[in-house]
Structure formats: C-alpha cells, structure tokens
C-alpha cells in the first residue's frame, strides 16, 4: 500500500512569509503528527491530529499551526518565518496514534528560510 | 539538560564490525523504548521496540534497555555499508499521549 506523501519535498522562503505544508496519510490512518527536526535539537514533536481535532501539542509558539480534513489529509501552516524556522519536516500517520508500532513516516519537506 | 541524551557521532566502522549505539535519559516514567533508522533525505522508520527492561534480538541487530541506570542501548552485529544512515532513540511514557520523545540520532558509518 502506499505510504505517507508529504508535498512539497522542497522549498524555499523569505523570512516573514509563511507556509503551507501537506501530508496524506497511510490509507485507513486516522492519526497524524508532525515534526521539526534540526540538527541542533534533533526530532521536536508539533501536534497531533485525530478524527479532525488536535489531540496532543508541543512547545511551539502560536506561528505554527495545523488541521486535518475528514479524509485524514492533513495541513500544517507556519505563519511570520524566521530563519530559525528551516527544518525538515516529518509527518507521521498511525491507525489511532495509541500504538507505539504503528506510526510511519514521510520523507518530509527541507523548508529553507532565507 | 535534554530529557533523552544521544551522541550525534559521527561513529565510522570498518564492514563486519559490532556496532554499539546508545542512549540516556531522565524521566522514569519512559517505558516504551524505540530504535528508529533514518537514511539521508528519508523519514525515520521504525526498527525495534521493546516493553520496560530486557533484551530483544531481530536478526543482526539487539535492543537492550537498563532501567535502573536510564540507559538503552542497540547493537548491529556484522555491520554493513547499508547499516550506513542515523540512528534515533525513542521513548514513550506508558499510559499518556504516546508521544515519542526522541534522541538526536547518532550518524553511523560503515566503510568498506
């Protein structure tokens, strides 16, 4: 079956900007999560979305935010960029996001802010 | 201090060596504990996990977990060049959001 699809895999932004990114998920996942990774802090969890809700968050300012459609696609928008903002950003999709097992990831999307 | 500690490397090995990779951390609460390997310019996919303390064993590769002294470590038998990606720590607290909180990965290099 196919995995997860985050669009795009590249980009580049100038800071005050922002952005709009996109992960479809495995089909039948209903749990989506996001990720910052950088090499400095390593894999950083965003949020997580359930059934159209965020259900869990992480210590991101407000500039970061997201949403998921009734087909389990999901959106994360970054509002005002800052340099520090370039990343690479993984989504990841479970069944029900409560099995240590079953979360797979995209290949991500490299935003690189300027 | 991070709550998941994790040497980033790089490690280099020469083909056919044991690899060790290890991780630290602080909250107790952790029980579940997670390999992760991720090639360049892929996502992480998910390699081993184990319940609490123990040891596992999946053909070339072993996780083990030392709850008493916070320490979790894997090890790579006969290790490839295609063992050649990074390696991230996971844990989860049992019980709570399921969460991962990950270690920054340890970049592994296995020459020929």
């Given at each position: 079956k196919a995995g997860v699809t985050q669009t795009p895999r590249y980009l580049i932004k100038t800071r005050g900007q922002q952005v709009t990114l996109s992960c479809s998920p495995i089909s039948g996942h209903r749990s989506v999560s996001w990720y910052q990774q950088t090499p400095g802090q390593g894999l950083q969890f965003l949020f997580e979305y359930f059934s159209e809700t965020q259900r869990n968050k992480g210590n991101f300012p407000g500039r970061f935010s997201g949403r998921q459609f009734s087909n389990s696609r999901s959106e994360m928008n970054v509002s005002t960029l800052e340099l520090g903002d370039s990343a690479l950003y993984l989504c990841a999709s479970s069944l029900d996001g409560a099995g240590v097992t079953e979360a797979f990831f995209g290949q991500g999307t490299r935003l690189t802010v300027v | 201090q991070k709550e998941v500690e994790q040497d980033p490397g790089p490690l280099s090995v020469p083909e056919g060596a044991i690899v060790s990779l290890n991780c630290t951390y602080s909250n107790s609460a952790f029980q579940y504990f997670m390999w992760y390997?991720?090639?360049?310019?892929?996502?992480?996919?998910?390699?081993?996990?184990?319940?609490?303390?123990?040891?596992?064993?999946?053909?070339?590769?072993?996780?083990?977990?030392?709850?008493?002294?916070?320490?979790?470590?894997?090890?790579?038998?006969?290790?490839?060049?295609?063992?050649?990606?990074?390696?991230?720590?996971?844990?989860?607290?049992?019980?709570?959001?399921?969460?991962?909180?990950?270690?920054r990965g340890t970049s592994l290099i296995v020459h020929p």
């Open positions: - | 390997r991720q090639y360049s310019r892929k996502g992480p996919e998910l390699l081993m996990y184990t319940y609490s303390s123990g040891n596992k064993e999946d053909g070339r590769f072993t996780a083990q977990v030392d709850k008493s002294s916070k320490y979790i470590s894997l090890f790579i038998r006969d290790s490839q060049p295609s063992d050649s990606a990074t390696y991230l720590c996971a844990m989860i607290i049992s019980g709570g959001s399921y969460i991962p909180t990950f270690g």
